[in-house]
């Protein structure tokens, strides 16, 4: 009996390893969600119980004091996200300006998109290049419909500064994985959106209709003023360092006379304009018409002959009332006081800010980490990815799109409420599929932001500048109507988001891939691409446009109805490696940069086009 028991309780041991073993293997391969919150409690050291008075307030006071650190680290943060927006306008801040003369090639809409992403890239804010155009718009140097793609751009260039802000979160590849995640459900939603609403509003011009009415029935007679509340906070600091003219930038647009000859970081805040009289010279090619209106002024004049050309030339000179400049005091900011040029300054302050984004988000991460553990931690995380109970559990989302409108309302900057939400995804604090409707809700609130700078103006140019405002709001409130309610195309967004985290997680570098690909490549291509004419970018955008529906079906088709395909589209398997996995560039970015080597736990190594995260990533309904 003995040996019967033993034997039974070994075989019962060995079964319950394999068990074990089974369970901790389908963790890892296949149920095992990266993407999930955890909520499971860990260490939180010595019970408030069994704390003494003492230990008690210590407790407490390094809470405070952390707190006090959280939020001193994000008002640097904050700092630093406007120091890289006024880096960019200096470095790029004419050419974004310069770009918008280009009115005839303003005309074709997907141009004008493309403007859109560029010009916000460059200036790293979405506001200032609504801004413009609204200002070119109200001086009807463009037209309303024409204005209408560029502020579709200037929403997917927006979301530039959150993808930015992931990257300091490289060190841990899960955490990594999840704030890229978080970052880029922003730039799969914008995409989204434009791919679909694009070719409706330039067929049907819904928006502008639409707008044009609600315009109409307002009364118009009064101006608003913005007021921006996050920079009451952060001006103090940040105008003793930089201060930038945006007005430069708007002159350049609208080719004012002598504005590129301006600098867009503010130098002299005191300066005095002397008239003075002067005798100028002038010399002309030789014109009868010309000497009759001199002779008729009583003008004197001289008749000459250029040696190397036997050309005739007219001679005079006036008295005139000329205007001379004089700087007589420097701003008080910080690189007033050099004579460096702008892009000079821009990149320094632009290596600057990206250094303390940075050393303000590894702090607040370990900070954050530090205070929600244990219970506090799985206390937080339900309240804030929690669902409300029974019937109310569909409103849930539409609650925290009300909060990502209201909260970026109050602060009056939709990256900077994003960047803020980056890092906690990353930690684990707020998933990913509550990231996606409080970024709704902060396309929704900058939208408002731009209606209150619409009022702004003057009265006369109010109308046509609100109607670019509403075109903004009703294409945001368009592109939530389309992703968002629905079940099945709410997936398309975050499933593209988890595809690039998983990606990410996996080769560190891809995400500089991304941005240069998605923000700078791939917005020059097409823009470049629609100057070559009407016929060559319908007959290449379609076979590129075939080309990503092929591929988008057959993904879908692998993972749902696999048996029902060809063999040979069952999986990736008959391409080159080269063209269904990263792994050849990954190889040959290390052999050349070793310190991107990507960071693979060798247990788990495999391919993307293999069973389990080839589906996961490329997965988009």
Excluded at 78 to 93: E, H, M, Q, R, Y
Excluded at 306 to 313: E, G, R, V, Y
Excluded at 349 to 376: Q, W
Excluded at 586 to 593: A, P, T
């Amino acid at each position: 009996m003995e040996t019967v028991s033993d034997t039974t309780a070994t075989g019962k041991t060995v079964t319950s390893k394999k068990n074990a073993f089974k369970n901790h293997e389908k963790e890892d391969s296949h149920e095992f969600d990266p993407w999930a919150i955890s909520t499971k409690e860990t260490d939180d050291g010595v019970n408030w119980k069994d704390m003494t008075v003492c230990n008690r307030f210590i407790y407490l006071i390094t809470v405070l004091l952390k707190i006090i650190l959280i939020f001193g680290f994000l008002y640097l943060f904050i700092c630093a996200l406007g120091f890289l927006s006024d880096a960019f306008k200096l470095v790029g801040g004419k050419a974004a300006g310069k770009v918008f003369r280009e009115n005839d090639i303003l005309t074709n809409p997907v141009a004008g998109l493309m403007i859109g992403v560029l010009v916000t890239v460059l200036l790293q804010s979405s506001s200032t290049t609504t801004s413009i155009i609204i200002t070119m718009v109200g001086s009807e140097i463009i037209p309303i419909k024409t204005a209408i793609p560029m502020v579709m751009g200037a929403n997917i260039g927006t979301s530039v500064t959150n993808t930015l802000v992931s990257l300091a979160q490289s060190s841990d590849r899960e955490v990594f994985r999840k704030a890229f995640g978080g970052a880029t459900v922003h730039d799969m939603f914008n995409w989204l959106t434009v791919i679909v609403l694009l070719p409706i509003e330039s067929a049907v011009h819904y928006l502008y209709h639409l707008t044009g009415a609600i315009v109409r029935s307002l009364e118009l007679s009064k101006s608003g003023k913005k007021k921006d509340l996050l920079k009451v906070i952060t001006k103090p600091f940040t105008g003793l360092i930089v201060k930038v003219d945006k007005h430069v930038i708007t002159n350049i647009a609208l080719n004012k006379e002598g504005a590129e000859e301006g600098s867009v970081l503010k130098r002299w805040c005191k300066i005095v304009y002397i008239l003075y009289n002067s005798t100028v010279s002038h010399h002309e090619n030789y014109n009868s018409t010309l000497i009759e209106q001199l002779e008729t002024e009583g003008t004197r004049y001289t008749l000459g002959i250029m040696a190397d050309s036997n050309t005739s030339f007219i001679k005079w000179e006036t008295n005139e009332t000329l205007v001379k400049k004089i700087n007589m005091e420097r701003c008080h900011n910080l690189f007033a006081q050099t004579d460096l040029s702008d892009s000079t300054i821009g990149a320094l302050l632009l290596v600057i800010s990206l250094f303390v984004i940075a050393v303000a988000l590894v702090f607040m991460v370990k900070l954050l980490n530090s205070l929600l553990k244990g219970s506090v931690a799985k206390v937080v995380k339900k309240f804030i990815n929690s669902d409300f109970p029974g019937l109310f559990k569909y409103l849930t989302g539409y609650v925290a799109i009300l909060i990502g409108t209201g909260t970026t309302m109050i602060i009056q900057s939709s990256s900077v409420f994003t960047s803020i939400l980056t890092p906690l995804v990353g930690v684990g604090v707020v998933s990913l599929d509550r990231m996606l409707p409080l970024t709704l809700g902060a396309n929704i609130g900058t939208c408002l932001t731009g209606i209150l700078a619409a009022l702004a103006n003057p009265a006369k140019a109010i109308p046509n500048a609100l109607q670019v405002a509403l075109c903004h709001l009703f294409f945001n409130i368009s592109g939530f109507l389309l992703f968002y309610p629905i079940p099945i195309t709410r997936k398309a967004p975050i499933n593209l988001a988890k595809g690039l985290g998983n990606i990410t997680a996996k080769y560190r570098w891809f995400p500089i891939l991304y941005l240069i690909l998605v923000f700078v490549a791939l917005p020059g291509f097409i823009f470049f691409l629609s100057l070559a004419g009407t016929i060559p970018f319908a007959v290449v955008g379609s076979i590129i446009l075939l080309f990503l529906v092929c591929l988008i079906v057959i993904n879908i088709a692998q993972k749902y109805c696999r048996s029902r395909l060809p063999s040979c589209l069952r999986n990736w398997d008959f391409l080159p490696l080269c063209c269904r996995s990263l792994k050849p560039i990954d190889k040959l970015i290390s052999s050349v940069l070793g310190i991107f080597v990507c960071c693979r736990n060798q247990e788990k190594e495999e391919d993307m086009s293999g069973k389990g995260s080839n589906n996961k990533a490329f997965t988009i309904l």
